[in-house]
Nanobody, 114 residues
Framework: QVLLVESGGGLVQPGGSLNLSCTSS????????MGWYRQAPGKERELVAS???????INSDSVKGRFTISRDNAKNTVYLQMNSLKPGDTAVYYC????????WGQGTRVTVSS
């Protein structure tokens, strides 16, 4: 069983920043792909950014230039730095990792509102 624990969500004003963290109970080396998804109210869950087997990060078009995914293998942690946040970024953000099966974190809520 792999546990993924997210943190760092909260309420932020438009234009603000947040840095989400996802800590894995196993080495990140064993999780591929590994990344972030989000689900806005009334919408389907969508990919935000991810590390793949080729090392390439994939960001959705709506967050390119604003969000950055990074990782610290020594801490078994993946980060999502979110800048210039917009109300449309309001969602629950989930960490996802894959071994022979897919694992999800419990989610962390991000609300962008003035």
């Amino acid at each position: 069983q792999v546990l993924l624990v997210e943190s760092g969500g909260g309420l932020v004003q438009p234009g603000g920043s947040l840095n989400l963290s996802c800590t894995s109970s196993i080495s990140l080396i064993g999780l591929n792909p590994m990344g972030w998804y989000r689900q806005a109210p009334g919408k389907e869950r969508e990919l935000v950014a991810s590390f793949t087997s080729s090392g390439v990060t994939i960001n959705s078009d709506s967050v390119k230039g604003r969000f950055t995914i990074s990782r610290d293998n020594a801490k078994n942690t993946v980060y999502l730095q979110m800048n210039s946040l917009k109300p449309g970024d309001t969602a629950v953000y989930y960490c996802r990792g894959e071994t022979f099966r897919v694992y999800w974190g419990q989610g962390t809520r991000v609300t962008v509102s003035s």
